[in-house]
């Protein structure tokens, strides 16, 4: 049974940091690029991230670039997105997601996590 299964969020004051984990199983992870989205409240979802199966190719949007880190521990069937100096308009519940392709588009990822509640204050 494929399952993905995200923690790590909580209440940061801005400036901050938090390292998102996405737990995988019932497959293996770098059989897949795994994603992580993002929503908050009144706004569509958005790509934030992914990592490709090879772990050769990595996406990050605009506005986290240089703030966040992903990455993979094989080993633990684990993806992790590190974020760093977080601003308020990253708040939002933050979710990963598992797809066959490298890519962005969310119709393209098959498993979602249940998501984790990010939330940037002061």
């Known amino acids: 049974q494929v399952q993905l299964v995200e923690s790590g969020g909580g209440l940061v004051q801005p400036g901050g940091s938090l390292r998102l984990s996405c737990a995988a199983s019932?497959?293996?992870?770098?059989?897949?690029?795994i994603g992580w989205f993002r929503q908050a409240p009144g706004k569509e979802r958005e790509g934030v991230s992914y990592?490709?199966?090879?772990?050769?190719?990595?996406y990050y949007l605009d506005s986290v670039k240089g703030r966040f880190t992903i990455s993979r521990d094989n080993a633990k069937n684990t993806v992790y997105l590190q974020m760093n100096s977080l601003k308020p308009e990253d708040t939002a519940v933050y979710y990963c997601?598992?797809?066959?392709?490298?890519?962005?588009?969310?119709?393209?990822?098959?498993?979602w996590g249940q998501g984790t509640q990010v939330t940037v204050s002061s």
């Open positions: 019932g497959f293996t992870l770098n059989d897949y690029t």
């Open positions: 997601a598992r797809s066959g392709r490298a890519s962005m588009r969310p119709g393209f990822y098959d498993y």
């Open positions: 990592l490709s199966s090879s772990g050769g190719v990595t």
